[in-house]
């Protein structure tokens, strides 16, 4: 299935259940294990809210966004941080066009 621009195929597998997942959503997506402490909205753009049920995501715990062409992950305070590439980051851009991206919360 292809995705429209903004769009993304999340896959991983849930920690709890073992359950592979692996939605398309469309950009801003707000990660966190708390629905109700995500943004539903940011200026003006409705945000898609994908919870994971893990003790060491955050309640709010990350951004993805499209910023000048670009694909960026934001923290967003988190406990744990964000780690991309095996860094520690406040904000990144992140590969696209088919290659996978070694990121984690």
Same mark, same amino acid.
């Given at each position: ?9 999340? =896959?991983w597998?849930? %920690?709890v259940?073992g359950?592979q997942?692996?939605?398309l959503? &469309?950009? %801003?997506i !707000?990660?966190?294990?708390?629905f109700?402490?995500?943004p539903s909205e940011?200026e003006? $753009?409705? +945000? !898609?809210?994908l919870v994971?049920?893990s =003790? $060491?995501?955050?309640r709010?715990? &990350?951004?993805?966004?499209?910023q000048s062409g670009h694909?960026?992950v +934001?923290d967003q =305070?988190s406990s744990?941080?964000?780690?991309v =590439?095996?860094l520690?980051? &406040?904000? !990144?851009?992140?590969?696209t066009?088919?290659s ?5 919360l």
């Amino acid at each position: 299935m292809n995705s429209m621009p903004g769009q993304l195929r999340l =896959n991983w597998q849930d %920690p709890v259940t073992g359950e592979q997942k692996s939605p398309l959503l &469309t950009c %801003p997506i !707000a990660l966190g294990r708390d629905f109700s402490q995500m943004p539903s909205e940011i200026e003006g $753009q409705r +945000v !898609a809210r994908l919870v994971l049920n893990s =003790n $060491q995501v955050s309640r709010y715990h &990350t951004l993805l966004t499209w910023q000048s062409g670009h694909l960026c992950v +934001v923290d967003q =305070n988190s406990s744990n941080g964000t780690w991309v =590439n095996g860094l520690l980051q &406040t904000s !990144a851009h992140l590969s696209t066009g088919g290659s996978s991206q070694d990121w984690s919360l």
